[in-house]
């Protein structure tokens, strides 16, 4: 799935001290709720792939990926996600000789049971008209966007690619914008390759979740910073 903007990562590492979470000082109960939110995120983020692929219209990037390894093996899509995620996660873990963290596994395995769940419980309706579809569609968009700003503002568990990134721009000099968009530009190539559904939602999703994202994150990232902290 596209958690998962250039520009995300920027902000995130451009944050001032005071804009982002100290989850050293904070309570138990602001741990429960930005743990809430982390997990209230990942769903959001599966409810919104699961109406991008029921809108049969495309998908975004790493879904293109995921759907043509599902179509290749009898594997769900949502297994899909999680197998390509920990492979990402323990790549680039052996390639940084750290070890993964567990917020970052669990994020995968999460989202691969909701996407599973959702698709499984075929609440979202199939439409076979181009204008409900296409509607369903953006709401699609607008949802992962949403979810994938409200889990990125927990800090509980980054996103499978969001470490592949930053390690591809140190170790090769990039920055992280190409090297996101590499990553992007694989994946779409091998899922499409490999039947991957690509579409107008494909190529819709690109410049849309982004800003999406970015919208949520701030939301998120502001109301996050007044939870309680503990005292010094």
Known sequence: MEEKSNEIIDDNKEKKNSDIVDTHKETALAYIIRVM???????????????SITANLGVATWDVLHIGL???????????????????????????REKPAIGSILNILIVG???????DLGFIPNFTEILPR?????????LMGTGSGMYVASK???GPRDGMTLYLSKRFSISVRLARTILEISALTIGWLIG?????GT???????????????????????RLPKTSN
């Open 156 to 158: 509980v568990g980054a």
């Open 196 to 200: 991957g559904p690509v579409a107008i």
């Open 203 to 225: 190529f819709l999703s690109v410049p849309l979740v982004g800003p999406v994202m970015q919208a949520s994150l701030r939301f998120w990232m502001k109301q996050l910073t």
């Open 37 to 51: 939110v982390f997990v209230g995120g990942i769903f959001v983020l599966a409810l919104g792939a699961a109406t």
């Open 134 to 142: 296409s509607i369903l569609l953006l709401i699609g968009i607008v």
């Open 70 to 96: 599902s179509n290749l093996s009898g594997l769900s899509v949502g297994r899909w996600v999680q197998i390509v995620g920990i492979i990402m996660v323990l790549t680039t873990c052996i390639l940084e």
């Open 113 to 119: 049971y909701f996407l599973n769940l959702i698709l």
